[in-house]
């Protein structure tokens, strides 16, 4: 680890540490995991591609349960052992692929091998009903499994190795009341006032019918598109309406969460998952959701630029997806699911999983990847991925 990194490592749990002694009556807890990840992935195209990388996070929190101040934090350490790079034609129809290639867009994508960054670092404030949260937090949120439409601060990018949603540097003020009643106000500072982001969720417990309903509003600037002329990343104005409801009926989950978007620079566009689940007598849970799309192109082939949306910032592919699940225990400390993603165009991705609670402390997880039908498709066939990740908790 070169000299930059190490006083990079050395700031950000130095800052831990002082906020964390910065609360009063600060009883200092220390905790984190240590996991291992090693990822084979094989297409028909091209050879198989190993990636063997290590994480440590470390978790700090301070202040009582019940106190009026908190702070929490996290610091994640990473390490690519092998593969700090990733070939996008992978995930890519070869039409596709070939247009970023005329175009000089390169398809292998390299990282860091070593990294350092605060994942979440704030400070939150109780008196009674109100809480008032400051700093870099978790802003996500929505009923929906496969995506959550409403979750506008976060950012992932398709080709990430990493599987987590960084924390978002912002100020969140919250009031609560009775069974569900919430009212969150957050603001997400950014170099200016113009491009700084906004929102309103106003959440409510509908008692005679049994079901959570929440209304959001966001303004943002919208970094999720790329401009189909200059195959640029584009920015622009969004604003977004959105409505999130979950509750039951006759012993099945039901959910639905979506947004309208209103677009500077491109057409207006609505983003909407609705889903329900049941858990049979014999342990047996299935799942069926539905995903509407569409800000992205109807019918295959697919844009340039739509494709380059669903790399960077995972932005769906064509006008949406059916998802099916399945799980089931197979003992005490042992699970098995199986989710299918299904396009209209006749493509498809099969996600097998196996869950094991080794120890205590332990856990391993066995993940899966493969993809068929047809070649333009919203997921191109023949991939293949397994991913082994084994984490100890401290």
């Known amino acids: 680890m070169g000299q930059v990194k190490v006083i990079r490592v050395l700031v950000s749990v130095s800052i831990m540490l002082y906020c964390a002694l910065t609360v009063p009556r600060a009883e200092i807890e220390l905790g984190g995991y240590y996991e291992n990840t090693l990822q084979i992935g094989y297409s028909q195209d091209s050879d198989e591609t190993i990636v063997d990388a290590s994480k440590l996070q470390l978790d700090i929190h301070a202040g009582e349960s019940d106190g009026e101040w908190a702070f929490r934090g996290d610091v994640n350490f990473i390490e690519y052992h092998t593969g700090a790079t990733y070939n996008v034609d992978l995930l890519l129809p070869d039409d596709v692929a070939e247009q970023m290639r005329t175009k000089g867009i390169p398809a292998v994508v390299a990282f860091e091998r070593r990294g350092v960054y605060l994942d979440n670092a704030f400070f939150t404030w109780n008196h009674g009903d109100v809480r008032l949260r400051a700093g870099k937090q978790q802003l996500n949120w929505g009923s929906g499994y496969s995506i959550n439409p409403t979750d506008l601060f976060h950012r992932k990018m398709m080709i990430d190795p990493g599987y987590e949603k960084e924390g978002v540097a912002a100020l969140r003020l919250d009031y609560r009341w009775g069974l569900g009643g919430q009212l969150a106000l957050i603001t997400a500072p ?106 992205a192109e109807r019918r295959n082939p697919y844009p340039l630029h739509d494709w380059m949306a669903y790399l960077l910032y995972a932005e769906p592919v064509g006008p949406g997806w059916v998802t099916f699940g399945l799980r089931q225990d197979l003992s005490a400390l042992t699970s098995a699911s199986l989710y299918v993603f299904g396009s209209p165009d006749a493509s498809f991705t099969i996600n097998p999983r196996i869950d094991v609670s080794v120890a205590q402390n332990a856990d391993l997880t066995i993940y899966g990847v493969a993809t068929a039908g047809k070649e333009d498709g919203a997921f191109h066939p023949g991939f293949y991925c397994i991913l082994i990740r084994a984490t100890v908790y401290f």
């Not at 491109?266 to 539905?290: I, K, N, P, Q």
Request: glycine share 12%.
């Open 190 to 295: 950014s170099e200016d006032f113009a491009s700084t982001g906004y929102a309103l969720r106003v959440g409510t417990h509908i008692k005679a019918i049994g079901y959570d309903l929440v209304l959001t509003v966001h303004q943002v600037i919208d970094s999720t598109s790329v401009d189909p002329d200059s195959l640029r990343p584009r920015h622009q104005d969004r604003t977004a309406l959105g409505l999130d409801f979950s509750g039951g009926f006759l012993g099945m989950g039901i959910w639905s969460e979506g947004n309208y978007n209103f677009m500077e620079a491109e057409d207006d566009f609505l983003r909407v998952v609705a889903g329900v689940d049941y858990t049979f007598c014999s342990g047996h849970y299935v799942m069926l959701e539905g995903l509407l799309n569409t800000r």
